[in-house]
Nanobody, 127 residues
Framework: QVQLVESGGDLVQPGGSLRLSCAAS????????IAWFRQAPGKEREGVSCLSWTDGKTYYADSVKGRFTISIENDKNTVFLEMNSLKPEDTANYYCAAAVYNWYKTAWYQGHIYDYWGQGTQVAVSS
């Protein structure tokens, strides 16, 4: 059974750091890309970052470039999102998602191209 489980969300002060984890299991055929999305109350879901095995590159939303870093353990079972210099506007529920069948770099930030999703982990940035 395919499963993505996020962890690491917390309440942090502005300027602080967090590391989110996404544990992947059951992907017997592997996956083409894995990404982090976030959704704040009353806002649309936003693609934050993506790590692609299709082209070997990482992608970031402009709003997090230079502050967030996506990485993966060598066994591909855990993906991390290192978040630094956090701002109140980073407050959201963060989800990881995996694309198994197809992935398109021009659409990396669009949720509909991902096949599996985790349940999310809450990040709150506030003083």
């Amino acid at each position: 059974q395919v499963q993505l489980v996020e962890s690491g969300g917390d309440l942090v002060q502005p300027g602080g750091s967090l590391r989110l984890s996404c544990a992947a299991s059951g992907f017997t055929l592997g996956y083409r890309a894995i990404a982090w999305f976030r959704q704040a109350p009353g806002k649309e879901r936003e693609g934050v970052s993506c790590l692609s095995w299709t082209d070997g590159k990482t992608y970031y939303a402009d709003s997090v470039k230079g502050r967030f870093t996506i990485s993966i353990e060598n066994d591909k079972n855990t993906v991390f999102l290192e978040m630094n210099s956090l701002k109140p506007e980073d407050t959201a529920n963060y989800y990881c998602a995996a694309a198994v069948y197809n992935w398109y770099k021009t659409a990396w930030y669009q949720g509909h191209i991902y096949d599996y999703w985790g349940q999310g982990t809450q990040v709150a940035v506030s003083s």
